[in-house]
């Protein structure tokens, strides 16, 4: 065969090769007004909940990966959902079979004539852990509250009684005169646990209703309800918290993750709060709040979901990061931030806390409790 026939079979191949790779990379091969999305790189990543795809979005000539006007759109078992503007990255803890595409807009939505498959593979015999068991314990609670106190009383007592064991967040109301400490999350989480007819003081544990009588101001009561709760439930969660405060700009930023030892949907649910405030408590002019809460971080009673509303599979990290801005009016140094992970409840109605952690709001470190 000649040089002049080889290199003629040559420049006929030569164009194909390209043509089957499936990446591409001159962004004159998208069209103007044409979306299109690709991987430059591998389709396969592990379930692993750290490794990841990253996708290049191209809307004609320009890269539109990280836009705010694009969205990727993620397919999963026949339910589709879309990814928060400008993300181009995709993990989870969760294996199967993705289909992406994705969705820009221009005047007028555009979609993407292609999408692409990611397959997250499982990562083998996961390891599971005995966590230690904390109660979530929301108060309601007001400085014009007659029997207030005495619950702020037993619950101090409950502590002493269960070391490490109980986490209260006091939200604070405007009952029978305003109360300076008052957020407005505080009546959201007060219409889901007391309705609209608020009798204080209340306290409710893990985010649900209590098994027996309501708890006000009653030792013996909480106590009990303590007793029943413990023994109503094994947690399938262990959940760690840091924190890291930024004296200059005011902004904490908050790192919780979570880690199941079923597959299961999780939500995170962030409080926010303030010890030591002396504030006056009806007669009482040096009167001390403790657990405070200042803000929620998360949306509702409910929280956010995370890993992307797929289920956390055992052996795997899901790691969210909150961050807010503190009032001039707070104290950083006596602040605390508390962070439980809520799961589905028996009925699948609602979500209960699963498993609770704080720590200190101002370089703070958690890890996940352990039973030894």
Request: negative net charge; hydrophobic residues 35%.
């Given at each position: 065969?000649?040089?002049?026939?080889i290199f003629a079979i040559l420049l006929i191949l030569f164009p194909c090769l390209f043509s089957c790779t499936g990446t591409v990379d001159d962004n004159n091969?998208?069209?103007?007004?044409?979306?299109?999305i690709f991987v430059d790189g591998s389709t396969t990543i592990k379930a692993d909940g750290t490794d990841k795809v990253v996708f290049r979005v191209m809307y004609?000539?320009?890269?539109?990966?990280?836009?705010?006007?694009?969205?990727?759109?993620?397919?999963?078992?026949?339910?589709?959902?879309?990814?928060?503007?400008?993300?181009?990255?995709?993990?989870?803890?969760?294996?199967?079979?993705?289909?992406?595409?994705?969705?820009?807009?221009?005047?007028?939505?555009?979609?993407?004539?292609?999408?692409?498959?990611?397959?997250?593979?499982?990562?083998?015999?996961?390891?599971?852990?005995?966590?230690?068991?904390?109660?979530?314990?929301?108060?309601?609670?007001?400085?014009?509250?007659?029997?207030?106190?005495?619950?702020?009383?037993?619950?101090?007592?409950?502590?002493?009684?269960?070391?490490?064991?109980?986490?209260?967040?006091?939200?604070?109301?405007?009952?029978?005169?305003?109360?300076?400490?008052?957020?407005?999350?505080?009546?959201?989480?007060?219409?889901?646990?007391?309705?609209?007819?608020?009798?204080?003081?209340?306290?409710?544990?893990?985010?649900?209703?209590?098994?027996?009588?309501?708890?006000n101001n009653s030792f013996s009561v909480i106590r009990s309800e303590l007793e029943t709760e413990l023994a109503s439930y094994v947690p399938s969660c262990g959940?760690?918290?840091?924190?890291?405060?930024?004296?200059?700009?005011?902004?904490?930023?908050?790192?919780?993750?979570?880690?199941?030892?079923?597959?299961?949907?999780?939500?995170?649910?962030?409080?926010?709060?303030?010890?030591?405030?002396?504030?006056?408590?009806?007669?009482?002019?040096?009167?001390?709040?403790?657990?405070?809460?200042?803000?929620?971080?998360?949306?509702?009673?409910?929280?956010?979901?995370?890993?992307?509303?797929?289920?956390?599979?055992?052996?795997?990290?899901?790691?969210?990061?909150?961050?807010?801005?503190?009032?001039?009016?707070?104290?950083?140094?006596?602040?605390?931030?508390?962070?439980?992970?809520?799961?589905?409840?028996?009925?699948?109605?609602?979500?209960?806390?699963?498993?609770?952690?704080?720590?200190?709001?101002?370089?703070?470190?958690?890890?996940?409790?352990?039973?030894?």
């Amino acid at each position: 065969m000649s040089k002049s026939t080889i290199f003629a079979i040559l420049l006929i191949l030569f164009p194909c090769l390209f043509s089957c790779t499936g990446t591409v990379d001159d962004n004159n091969t998208v069209p103007e007004g044409v979306l299109r999305i690709f991987v430059d790189g591998s389709t396969t990543i592990k379930a692993d909940g750290t490794d990841k795809v990253v996708f290049r979005v191209m809307y004609g000539a320009e890269d539109v990966s990280t836009s705010m006007s694009m969205n990727l759109i993620r397919e999963y078992e026949e339910d589709d959902s879309r990814l928060d503007a400008g993300v181009n990255e995709f993990s989870t803890t969760t294996p199967g079979t993705y289909i992406f595409t994705a969705r820009y807009y221009d005047g007028a939505a555009v979609f993407t004539d292609n999408s692409v498959t990611v397959t997250a593979l499982p990562v083998g015999d996961a390891e599971t852990s005995e966590w230690s068991q904390k109660v979530l314990a929301v108060q309601f609670t007001s400085t014009t509250c007659i029997g207030c106190p005495a619950l702020s009383s037993a619950i101090r007592q409950l502590q002493s009684e269960n070391p490490d064991m109980l986490y209260p967040v006091a939200f604070h109301m405007d009952y029978q005169g305003p109360d300076p400490m008052t957020i407005p999350a505080s009546s959201t989480f007060a219409n889901h646990f007391i309705g609209t007819n608020v009798i204080l003081p209340a306290l409710f544990y893990n985010l649900h209703q209590p098994h027996g009588q309501q708890m006000n101001n009653s030792f013996s009561v909480i106590r009990s309800e303590l007793e029943t709760e413990l023994a109503s439930y094994v947690p399938s969660c262990g959940i760690s918290v840091a924190s890291e405060y930024d004296e200059a700009s005011g902004t904490v930023t908050v790192t919780a993750g979570i880690k199941s030892n079923i597959q299961q949907v999780c939500r995170l649910v962030v409080f926010l709060v303030e010890d030591d405030i002396v504030y006056q408590q009806l007669d009482d002019p040096d009167y001390v709040h403790d657990n405070v809460v200042r803000a929620v971080l998360t949306n509702g009673v409910s929280g956010d979901p995370v890993n992307n509303r797929l289920p956390l599979y055992p052996g795997t990290e899901c790691v969210v990061t909150k961050t807010a801005q503190l009032s001039d009016e707070w104290n950083p140094d006596n602040m605390r931030v508390v962070a439980a992970v809520l799961v589905q409840t028996e009925d699948g109605q609602s979500y209960r806390s699963d498993n609770v952690n704080a720590c200190v709001l101002d370089g703070g470190i958690s890890d996940y409790q352990i039973d030894e």
